[in-house]
């Protein structure tokens, strides 16, 4: 996925279970994910020692069910800090609002295999 040189840049979002988002650090590891993945965002801490095993930054945006916006402002903003053009939910067990998905619209992927 290379475009003058230039890797994309991917964001990937989990929350606590790990077999997925491990996959795709697995493969990024070994050369098989061509990308630079520039963070990892959760709303859970469960993931950090894994993520950061790797030397990926790891944020923790916990989401309030009361009250989910400013989480969901945080997570825009930590992904436009990132300069990602592509996010992956990586089994994010979370609905994204729709204004996050206008703003990225056609920039998100759903994973969630077994």
Same mark, same amino acid.
């Given at each position: =996925?290379?475009?003058?040189?230039q890797?994309?840049?991917?964001v990937?979002?989990?929350?606590?279970?790990?077999?997925?988002? =491990?996959?795709?650090?697995?493969?990024?590891?070994?050369?098989?994910?061509?990308?630079?993945?520039?963070?990892v965002?959760?709303?859970?801490?469960?993931?950090?020692?894994m993520?950061?095993w790797h030397?990926?930054?790891y944020?923790?945006?916990?989401v309030n069910?009361?009250?989910k916006e400013?989480?969901?402002?945080?997570?825009?903003?930590?992904v436009?800090q990132?300069?990602a053009e592509v996010?992956?939910? =990586?089994?994010?067990?979370?609905?994204l609002p729709? =204004?996050l998905?206008?703003?990225?619209a056609?920039?998100v992927?759903n994973?969630?295999h077994?």
């Open positions: =996925a290379e475009y003058m040189g890797k994309k840049r991917v990937l979002m989990a929350s606590r279970e790990s077999h997925c988002l =491990a996959d795709l650090l697995h493969r990024w590891h070994s050369d098989e994910l061509d990308c630079e993945i520039s963070c965002i959760s709303n859970h801490n469960d993931l950090r020692s993520v950061e030397g990926i930054p944020y923790h945006v916990p069910p009361q009250d400013p989480a969901f402002a945080e997570v825009s903003r930590l436009k990132h300069d996010v992956v939910l =990586a089994r994010y067990m979370q609905i729709p =204004a998905c206008r703003e990225y056609h920039k992927i994973i969630h077994s």
